[in-house]
């Protein structure tokens, strides 16, 4: 469910959702959970300073069982200890499942230097609480507990159907184990819109 709200100077929106996650293996194992959540996103166009194309985005998130309708990466609503269809009862009634308690937050702003060059800084953050207990140590390595992002850069369309841009990107990542990583890159740009 979504309530938009849109006015000259942006707009502003609620959301929330509430999803069946249904898991069958055909033989013995049928569960069901129920994933929910909620949110809120907007831009705002301050237009102060003459700088009518400038724009504030935020968007913020939160849910259990949320899965692809947060700002994920792994689109993940449950954890488990599932690794493939049990072959008896008894091993099926030892498949542990939780949903996945998750939040997710980014902000930006977009400024136009010149009614052909542009740039753009954001922040980004993402939360999964995934039980390492339950994946287990190989996932646990994998899995993402925190990402957080950063991007700065400067576009420029010499024509409206052509963007050359150069950014910046740091970002750190957190994994359910808690092996930590940074990255620092830098994004060439060349598009051609048709």
Known sequence: AVLQVTRPWGHLQ??????????QDGHFISREYVGFGGGFSGNIKPDWF???????????EAGKGIGR??????????ATNYTGSPATLATANSILFKPIAAFGANA???HWWLPNVRSTV????????IPSQLIGPVESTAANKELITTHANLIWSPVSFV????????GHRVVVANLKGDENVLISKFRIRF
Do not use: C, P
């Open 69 to 78: 309708y947060i700002n994920d990466s792994a689109n993940a609503g449950l």
């Open 122 to 129: 954001s922040f980004g953050i993402e939360h999964d609480d």
């Open 163 to 170: 963007d050359i841009g150069l950014e910046y990107l740091w």
């Open 14 to 23: 609620l959301k929330g959702v509430v999803r069946d996650l249904d898991i």
């Open 50 to 60: 003459g700088w009518t194309k400038d724009n504030f985005v935020f968007q913020a």
């Open 108 to 110: 930006g702003y977009q």
